[in-house]
């Protein structure tokens, strides 16, 4: 058994965690932390673990729980890990970075977006970026792995297979994001109330939002160059679920056949990522609770470009799932495990 | 592996059916069966299913299905099972019916209610009231058992402990029901639409709701004579769950304690049925997607009556899980095989 | 023009006071008070008044706003009225208090239930409960009106008729109430953050509920006799509204019509007070964002008991709408002025 | 007072003209046409009406009601308006017309996105496209005049002084729309019941949207020469609202001030359309029941585009809001009448 510690096991993506976890046959919780909740029964800040989990709320010392867990999760504020992360911890456990830290390569990027000095520089080039689906190798052998972004996740997967084969303008493409509120966390602000977030839609982080590097520097990789783009994310009044809309200059004129083998190359084999038939579009219901991203494109001739459609629940494969899902191949496992849950629906 | 088939697989319950036993070790689907869509592909049906069910929808022919699955579920309107239930299906095969035709002893209050005939009274005395952790001897040795119904299951076993130690006033009985709206399923019609359902509360079937003579039929057995009482659904905005709010006297005074004492004597070693901490009111969100049943109760010292709680999700132990869960039953296994899935939440 | 002032401008009950103020064709407010505000554009506070609302947010004087305003409402926490109010400022002005201080007539039942001293005893014989349909002469004298609350306006209203003409057992009144989540106010709470109330529903207060004294008083002076009852209120995922379903016995046989004349004998002339015609149940969408309050009431032949619903917007006639109303009693106008808004639906 | 009919008063846009008109100091509703309901109680189609309405539904006569009639309002499926429109009609009454039937001015273009026959070509010239803001004079003297789409009207007044001043390029407009579910009408299907809707969003009518021509006719005429763009709507679990956020290319580098002095330029002395400070995104709720437009923008100086939003209530401006704007313009009245009430929030 993989013995796994979560460090911000409070937050919806850490309980998400904790969740999937219960679940997993290969893994056993031996870490609640959370700062906010020091010796307090876990199920009682979230009663769905009623019985379920028999722990209390612990701190969250890194250097300890290094010698407990064969893992740890971090889902922790941007910063925490990078503040924490040592040669020692890394000697001894496997680390999983829900937050920021490790996923922009460039210190600088990283600290002009962020806003905060990035403490442990010196662990970006090791550390590897987890889109499970585009660095199963590296994951493999990897003691760090930055988890992706949830709006990244979803945007870069849509993307990936027209930027990779230069189908797309790369100075074209304009992201359209929808997310669920469980996004926006578990903090109480007055603008995440029920009665402000409900029966309303609003963008957010207008050509200011932290994912918008992320996306670009992975679809810079792809791209073989830099790529520059538009960002804009909205809240949504749903508790899970991210839709991508994405939009893009086609090279060339291309038919659905075109696209579709391109897609199928790249995903085919993709347990995780489902291409939608011709026609149907991607809605979150159908991916809630589950690990999937499924994914679909409309040429539009009158325009010449193409619209591209993902969508994925943001705290499964964008976040908590993803994060098991990296666990799995870190630990030689087959990457499903303890994933393969249907979606939920209604 | 047990091979089931269900009719009625695209309604709700028939959906959540197919995610539960996607999900279930020993069993496996070898008919959807759906009336309404007959050759459409599932998934075509339910997009969280695409590329995890590979069928097509079937009719709802039980004389062959029976030749071909070890349980049949009929998730399918009233009247459908017991129109089609013979001996010959009965010798070859195992029903669990989530409809009402064999949930009511007494065939005239069936037609009473229900205001359609009974085709098969014949079997009503055969037929196990399948409320598992209440009958679970006789649900092991059974042919053919009627799935309760959701409100049903909620109300029976948050009162339970009560009646059957007559601690209360069997004559003083008020449910007081809201659900979510999954439960009033998935047909076509304008007053589930989404814009009039939303923002809004109702209740509906005020004294005349069907699953009264259900409640009154059980708890009258724990009680040891009849029981009348008040039953009063509601309709809430959300998609899944349901509370109730039950009243009553207590007969005498007494402690928290004393009450409690009777809450652990019948649920205490039960899976599925958690008793809350004292204080902590059932919430249906701590449920979604589980088959537990949270139940709590609140000493009123100045009314001298009791408000008892409990919350499930409508689909699982209010239908697709207990029926499950009556599958295992049925067919030996450990009763919470394939139920195990914790809550999720948001 | 009535010359209002609004202290606790920026709670949801303090922004529907504006919203109702601003199409007033008799007042103009000129004070929008608001301690957590001071000094910032009240429209940035609530956008939906940008460019109709031309104010900054001020202080909770109420001693320099007794000499601006003709009229103070008063929407603020529990005991700040009290302490503030003295003959000096009821010298000069008026005042609607939207909170409890002056709606239980005994001082020390206040206490009890509400846990703070009360600061101003003296003035709670003078206070008229404002609850217009029922006290409509003593308002128009009124100087200082304890507007009811939102859970109390629904219950009462609804019970009334049956409790005057002594047509129900006193002694057994159970009353469940379920409210949109405007009616926890705008503080920064977890538990009131969108993904926490989405998708559920819940009691809370159970027993304890401070608007029990206060339904339990009014109907006790119908009563001619003291009446103590169950009142349970729940959360439901929607933004406004408030619907009660209350439960009693009939003290004798009654028909149909015996109890619909009693209601049409207290409400047909009542503008605000809708009656529904016979089996339509009360919908909290068909009042929202009206002064309306729509009634009606099954009986149940089966346990002679009466079920009687009531459904209203929580922050109009529970709330501001009704203050207004006790605004127009006070200064002599037309009860209905710029109140005769219809619902909006959906 | 002008005498309105209504064909099509059942539907959610009929309604609200029911609602704004009811609170019209210059108009009453002499006809409430619904083919669906006729002869039925207007009330018990839509309770929020009841005792407000006292009307029954009647046919979809349009020669009988020219006769009662000084304005006729089609709130009616494509085809309806122009099937029955005629010279005598046109001689007798006016109308605003809110289905899709006079909106474009080329005939081959409706009938190509439309999928049916233009019955009426002959009006075509005559008819005004009415988004009053820019087409004021024209609407002033017209008989018939095509009420704007709800995207449209979004879309068109967001974009319109960029378009008009060749800021942008007119070549590169991409439009992301989100709608309320109201927008999708009052039809029982099973895609708009509450659990489909509910906890999910989704693109539809990808590149083949009909309101995508319409738009491209409006700001081609501001634009002085065609314009093709894209445009996506989505569905959002909320019952009214739309947000537009466009995308678009500047012709060349502008800071804030020249951007806004043009959207003050054309809209500072518009009523309905508030332009937002400077930072603040346009969001649903602050609009809600009212018949006002926000609109905002944001400069992406790294990708030399530009984001422009904007937000509106589908059904008031979007709709029947907006029909009341024409229908005021038409006689000689202040176009804001009946008109100012503010946003309800929340």
Redesign the interface.
């Known amino acids: 058994m993989i013995k796994a510690g979560i460090i911000g096991s409070t937050g919806?993506a850490g309980?998400e965690l904790?969740?999937i976890l219960?679940?997993h046959p290969n893994a056993e919780i031996v870490w609640y932390g959370s700062r906010s909740y020091i010796d307090k029964d876990y199920s009682e800040v979230?009663?769905?673990?009623?019985?379920?989990v028999d722990a209390k709320c612990m701190d969250d010392n890194m250097e300890e729980l290094a010698e407990k867990a064969d893992v740890i999760f971090t889902a922790t504020p941007q910063g925490f890990c990078a503040s924490m992360v040592n040669d020692e911890i890394l000697s001894k456990t496997k680390i999983v970075d829900l937050s920021a830290d490790f996923r922009l390569k460039d210190v600088s990027v990283y600290e002009k977006w962020y806003k905060i000095e990035h403490k442990s520089p010196q662990y970006l080039e090791e550390a590897v970026y987890g889109l499970c689906e585009l660095a199963r190798d590296s994951v493999k052998k990897a003691r760090l792995v930055a988890n992706p972004g949830c709006y990244t996740t979803c945007s870069i997967l849509s993307l990936y297979p027209l930027v990779k084969e230069h189908m797309i303008d790369a100075d074209?493409i304009?992201i359209?994001a929808?997310s669920?509120?469980?996004g926006a966390g578990?903090g109480?602000?007055?603008a995440?109330?029920?009665?402000?977030?409900?029966?309303?839609?609003?963008?957010?982080g207008?050509?200011t939002h932290r994912h918008t590097p992320e996306i670009e520097e992975q679809l810079g990789y792809a791209n073989g160059a830099p790529i520059?783009?538009?960002f804009?994310p909205?809240l949504?009044?749903?508790?899970?679920?991210i839709?991508v809309?994405a939009?893009a200059s086609l090279v060339q004129k291309y038919s659905y056949e075109d696209i579709r083998a391109v897609y199928d190359k790249y995903y085919k084999d993709e347990y995780f990522v489902?291409i939608?038939k011709k026609g149907?579009?991607?809605?979150?219901?159908?991916?809630?609770?589950?690990n999937f991203v499924?994914v679909n494109f409309?040429?539009?001739e009158?325009?010449g470009?193409i619209?591209v459609?993902g969508?994925l629940d943001n705290i499964v494969k964008g976040a908590a799932g993803q994060a098991v899902q990296n666990m799995n191949l870190m630990f030689g496992l087959d990457e499903t495990e303890g994933l393969?849950?249907?979606?939920?629906?209604?």
Chains 1, 2, 3, 4 share one sequence.
């Open positions: 919806y309980q904790v969740r219960l679940g979230y009663g769905n673990m009623f019985e379920l074209a304009i359209d929808k669920g509120t469980s578990r109480a602000k007055v995440n109330l029920y009665c402000e977030v409900n029966e309303s839609i609003k963008a957010y207008v050509a520059v783009l538009n804009t909205h949504v009044p749903m508790n899970r679920g839709l809309t939009y489902r939608l149907v579009c991607p809605e979150t219901r159908w991916v809630e609770g589950s499924d409309v040429i539009d009158r325009t470009r619209i459609m969508a393969r849950m249907p979606p939920l629906f209604p």
